[in-house]
């Protein structure tokens, strides 16, 4: 069964969903219930092993961003595998009236009992991050018309 749409999403999809949307700082102690202890996580800038390192990033995220979260817009699953289309909405702590969006997709694998054996993240770090960087912002978008000149 394929499901393209989080609306039509399955129930153990829906759970992760409601989790990542609704996720908070005071939501990391319950990890454990959507990650396997034995996880593996991945995206641009890290790569870890373990619901604890898990929990780190999640952690570190909350502390650097000002009020940050996830809205899913599309659910795509088969079997014990869904991908998640998101967008990433925050703000630098320097800058909270700047609202930024990053745009992305997880890959969950699941286990047996529905928790997430494996994450990874896949989004253009330099398009949706490095660029909106006073400073480096400039730089990564003088390269990227050098590279298509």
């Given at each position: 069964?394929?499901?393209e749409?989080v609306a039509?999403?399955?129930?153990?999809?829906?759970?992760?969903?409601?989790?990542?949307?609704?996720?908070t700082?005071?939501?990391?102690?319950?990890?454990?219930?959507?990650?396997?202890?034995?996880?593996?996580?991945?995206?641009?800038?890290?790569?870890?092993?373990g619901?604890?390192?898990?929990r780190r990033i999640?952690?570190?995220?909350?502390?650097?961003?000002?009020?940050?979260?996830?809205?899913?817009v599309?659910?795509?699953?088969?079997?014990?595998?869904?991908?998640l289309?998101?967008e990433?909405?925050?703000?630098?702590?320097?800058?909270?009236?700047?609202?930024?969006?990053?745009?992305?997709c997880?890959?969950?694998?699941?286990?047996?009992d529905?928790?997430?054996?494996?994450?990874?993240?896949?989004?253009?770090a330099?398009e949706?991050?490095?660029?909106?960087?006073?400073g480096?912002?400039?730089?990564?978008?003088?390269?990227?018309?050098r590279a298509?000149?």
């Amino acid at each position: 069964m394929t499901t393209e749409t989080v609306a039509g999403a399955s129930p153990q999809t829906a759970r992760l969903i409601r989790f990542f949307e609704t996720m908070t700082m005071d939501e990391l102690p319950r990890l454990g219930e959507i990650y396997a202890d034995d996880c593996r996580f991945k995206d641009p800038f890290h790569e870890v092993h373990g619901v604890e390192a898990v929990r780190r990033i999640y952690a570190h995220m909350y502390r650097a961003l000002h009020e940050p979260r996830f809205r899913v817009v599309r659910s795509f699953e088969q079997g014990r595998e869904c991908m998640l289309v998101w967008e990433f909405l925050f703000a630098f702590r320097r800058a909270p009236r700047q609202p930024q969006v990053v745009k992305g997709c997880s890959h969950l694998v699941l286990a047996g009992d529905g928790r997430i054996q494996a994450h990874r993240d896949y989004w253009d770090a330099a398009e949706e991050l490095y660029e909106k960087l006073p400073g480096l912002g400039a730089l990564m978008r003088w390269i990227k018309r050098r590279a298509r000149a």
